[in-house]
Nanobody, 124 residues
Framework: QLQLVESGGGLVQPGGSLRLSCAAS????????IGWFRQAPGKEHEGVIC????????NYADSVKGRFTISRDNAKNTVYLQMNSLKPEDTAVYYC?????????????????WGQGTQVTVSS
């Protein structure tokens, strides 16, 4: 069974950091691009950032440029989202999603597999 599992969310103060993980089971991530999306209460899914199968990254959200970075460790079948200088407006459920090879436009319907999400709360 193909599955993505996010972890690493939690409560952090403004200005703090978190690292989210997206681990795959049932398939290898080598041939997949992984996108991170987030959904705040009452809002639609927002694309955050993506990494292609070859390791190139694409920012979907201007608001995270310079603060969030994405990386992958194919040996561990895991993708990471490093989030620094967190702000209250980053509060959301964060999801990882997979599609073949390339980062697409930041439209959720273009991704084939999704994790269950992990909550990130930025608050003092």
């Amino acid at each position: 069974q193909l599955q993505l599992v996010e972890s690493g969310g939690g409560l952090v103060q403004p200005g703090g950091s978190l690292r989210l993980s997206c681990a795959a089971s049932g398939f290898t991530l080598d041939y997949y691009a992984i996108g991170w999306f987030r959904q705040a209460p009452g809002k639609e899914h927002e694309g955050v950032i993506c990494i292609s199968s070859s390791g190139g990254s694409t920012n979907y959200a201007d608001s995270v440029k310079g603060r969030f970075t994405i990386s992958r460790d194919n040996a561990k079948n895991t993708v990471y989202l490093q989030m620094n200088s967190l702000k209250p407006e980053d509060t959301a459920v964060y999801y990882c999603a997979a599609r073949r090879y390339y980062c697409s436009e930041s439209k959720p319907r273009l991704y084939d597999y999704w994790g269950q999400g992990t909550q990130v709360t930025v608050s003092s």
